[in-house]
Structure formats: C-alpha cells, structure tokens
C-alpha cells in the first residue's frame, strides 16, 4: 500500500468484474489492488492481477486492503459473494462511474455498483449491493431493493418499486409507479404497464407472464 487512495479489491473476473475495474480506474476515488476469483483463469483484467481464490481474503485484509466489491451479475451469487466479503471485515463502499449521474437526494446502499451512464433520479433510493448497469436510468422517487439488478438500457419510470433480488432485463421499460415484485425477472425488451407478482418472470409488449421453466 502506502499510496494516498485506498486500495480495493475486486472478487470476481468475469465480464461484470471488467466493467467494474473500468469503473474504478476510471473514477479513481480508489487504487484497485487485485482480483479474486473463485476459480482464477486470466492472470489480470485491465491490468489489475489476479490475485488467485477467495483463500487469500484474510491475508489480503490483513494486508490492509480495507474495501471490496463482489462484481458479481448473478443477484443471488452477488449477495453471497458479498457476504463472504464482510465476514471477511471488508467495507462495501457504493461504486459510481463518473461517467454516470446521481440526482439530488439520491440514496445507495453499501455495495452498489451505478455503472457508466446510468441516471440516478432525484430522491430514488437505491438498496443494499444494487447493480445500475450501463446505460440504465432509475427516475425520481424509485425505490430498488436490496440486491436487485437493473440492466443495460433498461429504464425505471417515476415511482417504480423493484423489490428485492428482482432482476430487470436489458432494455426493459417499466412505467411510472408499477411495482415488481421480489425475485421477479423482467425480460429483454419487456415493457412493464402492471405490476409483476414476485417471483414472477413476463416478458413480451406488453409484458406478459412466461412460465416458471423459462427461466
Ligand atoms: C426471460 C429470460 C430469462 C428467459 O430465458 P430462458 O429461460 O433461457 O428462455 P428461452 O430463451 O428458452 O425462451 C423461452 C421462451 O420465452 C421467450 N422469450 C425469452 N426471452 C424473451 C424476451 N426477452 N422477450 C420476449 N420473449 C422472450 C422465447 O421466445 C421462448 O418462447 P417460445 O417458448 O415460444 O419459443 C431471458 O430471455 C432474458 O430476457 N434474460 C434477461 C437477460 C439480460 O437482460 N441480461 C442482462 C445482463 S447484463
């Protein structure tokens, strides 16, 4: 260590982990100090090493690496991924490109990652390890859930809810005030006008219902 920014590690070498590298190199509030991955395959991403598996967390917190963020896309493999990361004393400070817009009011949870040209509106409230992936835009007074994802280009009209762990697909558009459900999934280029039971997944313009085995 010994630089004047923070050192974070990134736990995860995947598609999502080199998106959230981009972000942090990009930002710069933090040095990106390494990758973890469950199973390592490349020996850096965009630079930043692979460090090797989750073995290391303790050592790297030892170390002195204080914050890290599980780059996680899968909802259910981020919440525990970012568990493993707390139980190994790692804060999960929320994760904003700068590239994106925050309005004002705007909350985030820990572990949030707003990635690159998503729109935050005034007075949203984003949940705990909430992903805003590229392009997306969550408008005034929307409230996302813990752990819930919101793909590229998808777009949150005022007052929408997304509760917890639902995933909303890339492109999908949900009109103002709708509320979906927990553990939903809103599929690619869905468009939302009625609120979507949780654990439900629909699909379509407008959306309708798929069955449980499409998912
Ligand atoms: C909804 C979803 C999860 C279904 O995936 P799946 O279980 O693999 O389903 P399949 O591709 O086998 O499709 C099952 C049926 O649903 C239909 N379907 C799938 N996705 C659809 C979509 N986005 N819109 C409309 N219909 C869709 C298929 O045409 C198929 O219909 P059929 O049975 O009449 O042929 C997936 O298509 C999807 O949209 N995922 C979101 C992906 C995304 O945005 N990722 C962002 C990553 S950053």
Known sequence: MGGARPGILVLGAGGHGKAVLDLLLAAGAFDPAGVVDAVP?????????VLGNEALLPALRARGIAAAHPAVGDNVQRLAA?????????????????????????????????????????????GRLVLVNTGAIVEHDCIVE???????????????RVGAGAMVGAGAVIRPGIVVGAGAMVAAGTAVVADVPAGATVAGVPARPLPQSAR
């Open 41 to 49: 395959r490349v020996a850096a991403v965009l630079g930043v090493p």
């Open 146 to 160: 813990d752990g819930a994802h919101i793909a590229p280009g998808a777009v949150l009209a005022g007052g929408v």
């Open 82 to 126: 970012a568990a493993r990361l707390g139980a190994a004393g790692f804060a999960l400070p929320a994760l904003v490109h700068p590239a994106a817009i925050l309005g004002r009011g705007a909350v985030l949870g820990d572990g949030v990652a707003v990635m690159a040209r998503a729109v935050i509106g005034p007075e949203a409230r984003l």
